[in-house]
């Protein structure tokens, strides 16, 4: 590969991803031009997609990126201000918490006695953020249904209207770029899922943080007093000591000081009309900080931690699959070519899907045309019931393999107008295992046939529908190619 290319070990960046999307998108929305790359790059890349597809595309994106920012002036691009604005909202928003953290230890300290009820201080503190942290294991198990629901909708669209609102105060040249700005968050949310869930943990770590800090403070400047109460009598302190006693199970063998004993307990209850009980504080004490530690910070503090090791995997794992990046993937490594190419193109298996009937001749001409590949052998498919269909299929590899010329590539024929999902995807996903799932998988689509010509353009609606469903598949080698009369 030329030496220009980028070290294909170095994944893309957030502000590089945004950047490339608003370009691209500007790009389309003005005059569609042909963006072309040096000679040698693109020979390059049309070697290396047939052995790493989703590397040769990554690689020429990020060519194409450097290429077209280098006119622009880099504070005009929207990367550089959206990762700037997404620190400063977790900085606000850290800092935010924080404080609520001081305010709730300081609110729960009873005057003037200077007494903790210590099962409310630590339902307060600890409980409601074990209930929390089970809400979201919950939604890990079943993140599908949790990632579907129109109350996490709301939640990203809030979180990602303020960052885009952040970005516009903090450069005046982007307000005019409102509605884009957003397309392009909406864009990327697989990938600034992350570091909006990062926030959000950030500001659960500054919560413990604060929490600690005001509650230590509070022991060093004030002579606090522990007690709790309950109504009914009976076994209400065995209970205690139980609940304890499991909260404390982490840490109980190694440091025993920080679990109260049963006779602590009963002797810390508070009876009215009798005095607040003036029992040693360093049990009660010793448990509630442990316990704020290994039930709140510390799992806010692993969860940040996996949340910046999944942001990395994200980032690492874009497959540029979409439309655009289809349509830029053609535009980078298109070359014209004419019936007769002077260079011997690729040999290709053509896949004649749901058995349209066409002339092989004319096939050929335009599959060498449009596609530049050269037809090898030809297989009807879609045709067949569901287990004939796939001993089919499975008989292709050995069509591949024996090939000459050898077949580098899959030309499926279909007509845009006729697509059905579910079976489609069935033989998507037969053609993927049988084959190498790295061969380019070029689909030919031709519009309604007239009475004179079956090679039509498809309408925009069809197309339209198939690049939908194109995403759906999440194929990096996979290529729509819309028929164009010559």
């Excluded at 090939?403 to 059905?420: F, G, K, M, Q």
């Amino acid at each position: 590969m030329p030496s220009r290319f980028p070290s294909a070990s170095a994944p893309w960046t957030l502000e590089e991803l945004i950047n490339f999307e608003s370009l691209l998108r500007s790009d389309q929305n003005t005059s569609p031009k042909k963006t072309t790359l040096p000679e040698e790059v693109t020979v390059g890349l049309t070697t290396l997609s047939k052995t790493d597809p989703e590397n040769a595309r990554s690689q020429a994106f990020r060519l194409w990126l450097n290429t077209e920012s280098r006119s622009l002036d880099a504070e005009k691009l929207p990367g550089a201000t959206i990762t700037k604005s997404l620190k400063t909202t977790s900085t606000l928003l850290s800092l935010l918490f924080f404080l609520a953290g001081i305010s709730l230890v300081l609110g729960l300290i009873q005057r003037p006695e200077s007494t903790i009820n210590v099962p409310l201080f630590f339902s307060a503190t600890v409980l409601v953020q074990i209930v929390v942290l089970f809400i979201l294991l919950t939604g890990a198990l079943f993140r599908r249904t949790i990632l579907r629901s129109e109350t996490l909708s709301i939640v990203q669209n809030l979180v990602r209207s303020l960052v885009a609102n952040l970005a516009r105060r903090a450069a005046p040249d982007l307000r005019d770029q409102s509605a884009q700005l957003k397309k392009d968050l909406t864009s990327l949310t697989p990938v600034l899922r992350w570091p909006i869930i990062s926030i959000t943990q950030s500001a659960a770590i500054a919560f413990n943080i604060g929490i600690l800090l005001a509650f230590i403070a509070s022991l060093a400047f004030t002579d606090l007093r522990f007690y709790w109460e309950s109504t009914p009598a009976f076994a209400a302190d065995t209970t205690l000591h139980q609940v304890t006693r499991t909260i404390a199970s982490p840490w109980s063998a190694w440091l025993p000081q920080a679990s109260p004993t049963l006779q602590q307990i009963t002797n810390s209850r508070f009876e009215p009309p009798n005095p607040f009980p003036n029992q040693p504080a360093e049990p009660w004490y010793l448990f509630l900080i442990t316990a704020i530690t290994i039930w709140g910070l510390i799992p806010r503090l692993l969860l940040r931690l996996a949340c910046a090791m999944a942001g990395r995997r994200a980032l690492s794992q874009v497959a540029f699959t979409r439309r655009h990046h289809r349509e830029l993937w053609r535009n980078l490594t298109a070359i014209d070519v004419h019936a007769n190419p002077e260079e011997p193109a690729d040999g290709a298996l053509v896949l004649n899907w749901n058995g349209i009937k066409l002339n092989s001749d004319q096939l050929r001409t335009h599959i060498l045309q449009q596609l530049h590949l050269n037809p090898v052998a030809t297989e009807t498919i879609g045709t067949r019931p569901a287990a004939d269909e796939s001993d089919l299929i499975s008989s292709l590899r050995t069509t591949a393999s024996t090939s000459t010329p050898p077949i580098n590539a899959l030309a499926l024929v279909a007509e845009a107008w006729n697509l059905i999902p579910a079976r489609f995807t069935e033989t998507h996903s037969q053609l993927r295992t049988s084959l190498d799932p790295r061969l380019p998988l070029h689909i030919l689509l031709l519009g309604n046939p007239t009475n004179t010509t079956p090679f039509t353009p498809p309408t925009p609606e069809d197309l339209k529908v198939w690049n939908h469903y194109a995403d759906s598949l999440n194929d990096p080698a996979l290529h729509l190619h819309p028929f164009h009369p010559r």
